[in-house]
């Protein structure tokens, strides 16, 4: 275990992998099939099953649970995965549960925030620098992409795609596709605007906001319906095109369907 500090009354199994520079606190516990990056702080009561992978710098906070079966009764004992990046921050009591099937993967990007009590159940998978609030439960098999921000005290269903760089307020209810750039709020949610600010902060440029602002139009004030709109989608800018694939394949691939405009 190279340099790691270890508080003695942790415990960890032999069949688990630390690489160098770990920290683990008092009364942590390490199982079979672990493995744990370098640099990663491993706080208070936390426990991690296996099979999980821990990338580098990470730090993991009191009492997180990572790893352990999926809340599934389709669940029959395969050997799945927890996977996860580096330089993530994992608050106090989060939970990553076990993909369901054999060879199937839970994934954590990097850089991403998952505050305090989220839950991230069985073949979900989180892009990198994602940021999810207190108190977010994510049902099975929801996939966020990139840079998306998810407020607090929500669910979000099963089979739910969150787009790139989208934003969902506090205490909605996301029972359909969000595509990426969009602004959605309430119960039940609806899209509100473009996420202005984020993309703004996230240094895309002048003409890409402004083709996405008349995509935006196209899709939520023109009046068209879906296939009339996308056939009048124009735009040759990369974060369009993206949004224009979202939409497709949220369509072609029988998903939960898109959240609606607001009125």
């Known amino acids: 275990m190279g340099t790691s500090l270890i508080h003695p009354t942790a415990v960890i199994s ?26 990663t702080t491993i706080g208070s009561h936390v426990v991690i099953e296996g099979p999980t992978e821990i990338g580098a710098n990470n730090r993991i906070f009191p009492g997180a649970v990572i790893g352990l079966e999926p809340q599934d009764l389709k669940y029959q004992g395969a050997e799945s995965w927890v996977r996860i990046g580096d330089d ?26 998952l505050m305090a009590c989220v839950h991230v159940a069985h073949n979900c998978v989180i892009g990198d620098e994602v940021v999810i609030a207190n108190n977010v439960a994510l049902a099975g098999h929801v996939h966020i992409e990139e840079k998306a921000t998810i407020g607090g005290v929500l669910g979000i269903h099963q089979f739910v795609h969150i787009g790139r760089l989208a934003m ?33 902060r996230r240094g895309y440029s002048s003409e890409e906001i402004t083709e996405l602002k008349k995509a935006f139009r196209i899709l ?5 319906g879906l296939e009339e709109a996308l056939e009048h989608l124009e735009g040759s ?27």
């Open 220 to 224: 939520y004030r023109s009046g068209y």
């Open 88 to 113: 993530n921050l994992i608050r106090e009591y989060v939970t990553i549960n076990r993909a369901t099937d054999q060879g199937e993967i839970t994934q954590v990007g990097n850089r991403t925030l």
């Open 14 to 39: 032999e069949d688990s992998e630390i690489a160098p520079n770990v920290k683990i606190g008092a009364y942590a516990v390490i199982g079979d099939k672990v493995k744990i990056g370098a640099q």
């Open 168 to 200: 969902i307020g506090g205490m909605s209810r996301i029972d359909r596709d969000v595509p990426p750039f969009l602004l959605v709020a309430g119960n039940p949610a609806r899209v509100r605007s473009l996420n202005l600010i984020g993309l703004k």
């Open 237 to 263: 800018s990369e974060p369009t095109q993206h949004l224009y694939n979202f939409i497709q394949k949220a369509r072609d691939n029988n998903r939960r369907g898109l959240t609606p405009k607001g009125g």
